[in-house]
């Protein structure tokens, strides 16, 4: 029998050169070890675990429910968010032409990008960045360029280029819980707003900032000018699965992405945006309580890892730490494997979040008990006084029919 020899097909090269998620590696990797009976200790989810009711389906128009809504987020629930900014944060945001709702916070800052930017234009980056970001301006075609996590914010100024189109921070901070203040955010937006550069500030954790002032963007700039905030119930009201994001600029900014969102998304879903739209206030007063046991939580594991000598670098809130494991001689990646599958702990490590980042481990506290966490700090300190080589932990990751890292091509 004789076969057709067809020519290759064809591919992007820009997806080639964009490695998978390494948080969401490592979470498939725990999720892939736990359908295998393994009691894995999870501090690389990136979410905490609130106690929210089950509110009744009853009220809401659920033969709507199974249709497209409005693209840019149904009217009643672009009103609740915005007096949740208002009330919460002192913005004056209006819901009507100042917020669009879309399925998660993730496309929505793509296609953010994809409205700014041109083919090798440069995006700015503070360290320790969301791995995301990075992996999402190259979908662009453009090009990242890292500000150190430990570049004081007043030499900032030398790292933009004419070429530089757009900064990110996120405020507070994954990984490191960081929180900028309203100097900082003033003088970062100066510097942005004269160079005729965007300023997107992720505020995906902004109820987590409990000991200290909270400062939107928003409050500083209300005109938003040149200016966008992303947000979503993700972190701050514990809803991940639901997948609703949702971002504040200009009505003229808000109209672009709008007919990005109609060609790539349509709508939120529709149902999940009213029965948030319905319960918003009842979910807040479920949530904010658990996000504050969260941030108490966050202290005494900070006390711990004081006391246990482990370092890691400033922050007062969200649900993370980015510990230092500078001392450790060997590759980090090989590190957290080897924690994983030997010892049943998985953190993420700190290359995913930028260049000067490499030697730090991420650690999320949001849905394991403390005396786990201590148990895989303790454990942690431990590996830390061998090394570990790629030989071995991928014929781990084999015998235990798992997948290897893939970088990039």
Same mark, same amino acid.
């Given at each position: ?6 020519? %290759? ?66 009217? %009643? ?16 945001? !209006?819901? &009507? ?45 453009? &090009? ?5 996590? !430990? ?5 900032? =100024? ?41 300023? @997107? ?22 005109? @938003? ?6 947000? *979503?119930?993700? &972190? ?15 009505? +003229? ?7 990005? !969102? ?21 979910? #807040? ?10 941030? %108490? +939580? ?8 004081? =006391? !246990? ?30 924690? #994983? ?49 790629? %030989? ?16 990039? *091509?």
């Amino acid at each position: 029998m004789s076969y057709i020899k067809y020519p %290759e097909l064809s591919k992007s090269n820009v997806i080639d050169k964009i490695p998978e998620a390494l948080s969401v590696y490592i979470n498939q990797l725990v999720y892939d070890l736990r359908r295998q009976k393994r009691d894995v200790i999870s501090l690389s989810l990136g979410e905490s675990y609130f106690n929210i009711p089950r509110f009744p389906f009853e009220p809401l128009d659920f033969e709507k429910g199974y249709h497209y809504s409005d693209s840019q987020g149904i009217p %009643e629930l672009r009103d609740k968010i915005a007096d949740y900014y208002n009330k919460y944060y002192g913005t004056d945001v !209006n819901g &009507k032409d100042d917020i669009l709702i879309s399925a998660g916070s993730k496309p929505i800052i793509f296609m953010c990008m994809l409205a700014i930017l041109n083919p090798r234009d440069e995006v700015l980056i503070h360290e320790p960045a969301w791995l995301s970001y990075q992996e999402q301006v190259k979908l662009c075609n453009a &090009k990242v360029s890292f500000i150190p996590y !430990n570049e004081k914010i007043n030499f900032f =100024e030398k790292y933009f280029t004419d070429k530089t189109r757009l900064m990110i921070i996120n405020n507070p901070n994954n990984p490191s819980g960081r929180v900028y203040s309203k100097d900082e955010l003033l003088e970062i937006y100066s510097t942005c707003r004269s160079r005729g550069v965007y300023l @997107m500030v992720d505020e995906a954790y902004s109820d987590f900032v409990i000991d200290e002032d909270f400062v939107s963007i928003l409050n500083l700039v209300p005109n @938003m000018d040149g200016v966008i905030t992303i947000n *979503s119930l993700s &972190k701050n009201m514990g809803m991940s699965g639901w997948r609703i994001g949702y971002m504040i600029a200009t009505p +003229k900014f808000i109209s672009k992405i709008l007919k990005l !969102n109609q060609h790539l998304v349509t709508c939120g879903p529709t149902i999940l945006l009213q029965y948030v739209s319905k319960y918003f206030d009842d979910i #807040l007063a479920y949530t904010l309580p658990q996000v504050r046991e969260v941030v %108490e +939580k966050r202290k005494r594991i900070a006390k711990y890892l004081d =006391e !246990n000598e482990i370092k890691f670098l400033p922050g007062s809130s969200t649900f993370y730490f980015f510990i230092d494991v500078s001392t450790y001689d060997g590759d980090i990646l090989n590190l957290s494997l080897h924690m #994983l599958l030997e010892h049943d702990i998985a953190m993420v490590p700190g290359l995913a979040y930028g260049k000067s980042t490499e030697k730090f481990l991420r650690m999320s506290i949001g849905t394991e008990t403390e005396e786990r966490i201590y148990l895989a700090i303790q454990s942690l300190k431990i590996s830390m006084m061998n090394s570990y080589d790629s %030989e071995t932990i991928n014929k781990e990751l084999s015998r235990l029919s798992l997948p290897n890292f893939e970088s990039d *091509s």
